[in-house]
């Protein structure tokens, strides 16, 4: 994937929210491999909370960070299988301004690659709430490592041609 190193690196702010009723800080390995990938890349992780699985709070607090001028992308890890509790996808439809298609379509594939036709169970998701950008991933650290490495770190860099997100992003709030 091309980097145009002739750019400079834009670093942005970036909040972790890990949706699980069962990890803490202590042993919520998801969401220190996100934050050291986050870090090592260069951008600033500005937030990082853990949530209960549960829709209305995980709307709430997406809504409440995505508004936050502070932040300008929440990767959330958690929530995204298919059990009575895993919420995190219905949470997101219903508050998101318009969906990113195809970065579930894009994660399954690189899962598939990894873990055969158990990556169907992976309901990951991206859209916009508000004009910031949230990635939802599944609460493994594989596939939180698979995420970042392989689309998130790219897709976050302005660097990366032939596009990216982050140089669209003073125009996500145009009417």
């Known amino acids: 994937m091309p980097i145009d190193t002739s750019l400079d690196f834009t670093p942005i702010n970036i909040a972790v929210i890990t949706i699980s009723d069962t990890r803490t800080k202590?042993?919520?390995?998801?969401?220190?491999?996100?934050?050291?990938?986050?870090?090592?890349?260069?951008?600033?992780?500005?937030?990082?909370?853990?949530?209960?699985?549960?829709?209305?709070?995980?709307?709430?607090?997406?809504?409440?960070?995505?508004?936050?001028r502070e932040i300008d992308c929440i990767i959330t890890t958690g929530g995204t299988g298919l059990t009575g509790r895993d919420t995190t996808p219905e949470a997101v439809k219903e508050i998101a301004s318009k969906h990113i298609d195809g970065?579930?379509?894009?994660?399954?594939?690189?899962?598939?690659?990894?873990?055969?036709?158990?990556?169907?169970?992976?309901?990951?998701?991206?859209?916009?709430?508000?004009?910031?950008?949230?990635?939802?991933?599944?609460?493994?650290?594989?596939?939180?490592?698979?995420?970042?490495?392989?689309?998130?770190?790219?897709?976050?860099?302005i660097r990366h041609k032939p596009c990216n997100f982050v140089e669209i992003m003073p125009r996500l709030n145009e009417k």
């Open 26 to 68: 202590k042993n919520d390995t998801s969401g220190d491999i996100l934050e050291k990938r986050i870090t090592d890349s260069g951008h600033r992780l500005v937030k990082r909370v853990i949530v209960a699985d549960d829709v209305k709070q995980i709307k709430e607090t997406l809504k409440t960070i995505s508004l936050e």
């Open 103 to 157: 970065f579930g379509e894009l994660f399954r594939q690189i899962s598939y690659n990894k873990i055969g036709t158990s990556a169907i169970q992976s309901r990951a998701v991206a859209a916009l709430i508000n004009t910031t950008y949230v990635f939802c991933l599944p609460g493994s650290p594989g596939a939180c490592r698979d995420g970042w490495d392989e689309i998130l770190k790219f897709q976050l860099d």
